[in-house]
């Protein structure tokens, strides 16, 4: 007799996406009560259902391992551009990925025509908010024409304002001078000029000044409401021999009232600086955020005199409690993201002191500075962190990588095994940027983010959405 005889397989995958493993439980068979067989019946039984219970073995385990990569690459990638012979440039996202703003290139015989769209990623039906030539300048440049600026156009976290540089057109020549505000259906359009507050009630054809504005926008970060706008400046429209100065501006979009920062004084021989911090990092954007509830500006500013003495510092809307929250004490701080709430500050740090290179965490109050460590790439390149503060983005060769902030899991966002993978000439990727400009391409969630990458057949790259679980 063979009582309660069973032959059991365990079978357990690993998942390597999520910090989870399965185990199952195989019973091939079971009898009870059965005769045992005679001359050596009994052996070629057992010999038949192990040959059994291995086959079915080897399914499960398929089945499992695809299970396991379908947890560590879930996500799905979706094409939203079809530029045809253009080129598409600087995507943006809204907070819940259902809106996205960016650059065209447009091919129009041998000239090269700007314009900016916004998209419903929903249906993929577009705007043109804005085209090369479209409009005249403001006084008192009314000759020239307005251009699309060279840097990337934003949307508010809530996808209903736009917010991008223009630039002045022959005979003026003057890069991302203005800044333009519309509504995304194409209504309240505001070209704003930035006027140095210093500069106020100066004879400025005695000082040979052309105008009392800064000369040009660096860097802009809009709030989720997209009531308030704060932006970097530099330089001004005047003789160089006054030196080129740098602040920081802080605009209400519905009043287009502004208030200075941070500027230095003018005192007819030039621009100084009363006091520290000052002299805000402006080259091409550098480290510079916006909460998305409006309330909090992270910048990075020398400070002392040693001229190169640099930290990130936080300040409130209002302009006070300017508060120091790192102690590198160097420049180099190329990209910084803060969370919705203001609370959790995203940084990379490309210089040679403290802990070395790569991307940082630290509280709006100063503390709890953390170097973030990846177990498959040699660092954290950071290049967006989710408005929930919760999860950042960033790349392993041509992975993109999701960290969660809070658990330290890890998990392939897209590879060339996800659906929808553009197979090109170029591995898809994230949107280029501009050097040192913090781009916005994922979700408030972390649960949509942009792509990038030239189709079959393509030599250019089209935008793509990809949607990923990362619970």
């Known amino acids: 007799m063979i009582a309660d005889k069973m032959c059991i397989l365990r079978a357990q995958v690993l ?44 399914f499960l385990i398929a089945i ?39 650059t065209v290139e447009i091919k129009d015989e ?28 403001p ?24 917010v991008f540089s223009l630039s002045l057109g022959e005979p003026e020549n003057i890069l991302d001078h203005y800044l333009a505000v519309v509504n995304i259906d194409g209504t309240n359009f505001r070209v704003i000029p930035f006027p140095i507050k210093r500069l106020e009630g100066k004879n400025l054809k005695s000082l040979e000044f052309t105008s009392g504005d800064w000369e040009r926008l660096s860097n802009y970060a809009v709030s989720s409401d997209g009531e308030r706008i704060a932006c970097v400046l530099k330089g001004h429209l005047g003789p160089k021999r ?3 100065p740098g602040g920081i501006i802080l605009l209400d979009a519905s009043t287009q009232e502004q208030r200075t920062l941070l500027a230095p004084d003018f005192d007819d021989k030039g621009w100084e600086w009363p006091s520290f911090p000052c002299r805000p990092l402006i080259g091409g954007g550098w480290a510079f955020a916006l909460s998305g509830d409006g309330q909090k500006i992270v910048f990075g500013a020398q400070s002392s005199a040693d001229k190169i003495d640099y930290d990130l510092y936080i300040v409130n809307w209002n302009g006070k409690e300017i508060k120091r929250i790192t102690d590198f004490h160097d420049r180099w701080f190329s990209l910084a993201d803060i969370s919705h709430d203001g609370e959790k500050i995203a940084f990379f740090y490309n210089g040679r002191k403290k802990q070395g290179i790569g991307t940082y965490t ?30 950042i983005l960033f790349k392993h060769i041509y992975k993109g990588m999701i960290l969660n902030l809070n658990t330290g899991v890890e998990m392939v966002a897209f590879d060339e095994s996800t659906p929808g993978y553009a197979k090109g000439l170029t591995p898809m990727d994230f949107p280029r940027i501009p050097a040192f400009w913090s781009p916005k391409i994922i979700s408030h969630r972390g649960d ?23 619970e």
């Open 242 to 244: 006054y030196g080129n």
């Open 110 to 137: 041998e000239e090269t025509i700007m314009a900016i769209r916004v998209m419903n990623v929903g249906d993929g039906k577009e705007k043109e908010l804005f085209r090369d030539g479209e409009k005249k300048a």
């Open 64 to 102: 499992l391992q695809l299970s396991a990569k379908g947890a560590s690459n879930p996500g799905e990638i979706k094409r939203l551009t079809y530029s045809g012979n253009n080129v598409v440039h600087y995507p943006c996202l809204s907070d819940d990925g259902r809106w996205m703003i960016y």
């Open 362 to 391: 630290v509280n709006s109050e100063g503390k709890d500075l953390k170097l973030i460590k990846s177990r498959l790439a040699p660092r954290v390149e950071l290049f967006d962190m989710s408005g929930d503060g919760k999860f």
């Open 448 to 470: 949509r983010i942009l792509l990038a990458g030239p189709p079959q057949g393509k030599e250019t790259p089209e935008i793509y959405i990809l949607n990923i679980d990362v």
């Open 139 to 162: 006084t008192p440049f009314e000759d020239a024409s307005l251009l699309v600026g060279s840097k990337p156009p934003v949307l508010s976290g809530n996808g209903r304002v736009a």
């Open 15 to 58: 998942s390597s996406g999520k910090d989870t493993s399965r185990t199952f439980t195989l019973v091939a068979f079971s009898e009870k009560g059965s005769t045992q067989p005679k001359n050596g019946g009994m052996k070629e039984m057992n010999k038949k259902y192990i040959q059994i219970a291995a086959i079915i073995s080897f």
